[in-house]
Nanobody, 124 residues
Framework: QVQLVESGGGLVQAGGSLRLFCAAS????????MGWFRQAPGKEREFVAA????????DYADSVKGRFAISRDSAKNTVYLRMNSLKPEDTAVYYC?????????????????WGQGTQVTVSS
């Protein structure tokens, strides 16, 4: 049974940094794409970043390019999201997600497995 567990969220001032963690278990993820999405109150869940587990190629939403970095550690079965230069508009619940196959999708309904989410709050 696939399980994704996020951690690392918290309260940070604008301009600060956080690193999110997604511990993945339940299967081998070499044929998966791992994604980070976020959802702010009253808004749709939106794509943030994704990484192909095999090969490590990445993609980002325009709003976070140059500020966020996604990576994975195969030995630890963990996906990371490093967030720098945080802005108040980055405030949201951040979710880790997984989908089978090599295609990076940008819509949340393409992803099969989800974590419970971790809150990120950026104060101005």
């Amino acid at each position: 049974q696939v399980q994704l567990v996020e951690s690392g969220g918290g309260l940070v001032q604008a301009g600060g940094s956080l690193r999110l963690f997604c511990a993945a278990s339940g299967r081998t993820f070499s044929n998966y794409v791992m994604g980070w999405f976020r959802q702010a109150p009253g808004k749709e869940r939106e794509f943030v970043a994704a990484i192909r587990w095999s090969g490590g190629s990445t993609d980002y939403a325009d709003s976070v390019k140059g500020r966020f970095a996604i990576s994975r550690d195969s030995a630890k079965n963990t996906v990371y999201l490093r967030m720098n230069s945080l802005k108040p508009e980055d405030t949201a619940v951040y979710y880790c997600a997984a989908k089978y196959g090599p295609i990076i999708d940008y819509t949340h309904d393409r992803y099969t497995y989800w974590g419970q989410g971790t809150q990120v709050t950026v104060s101005s």
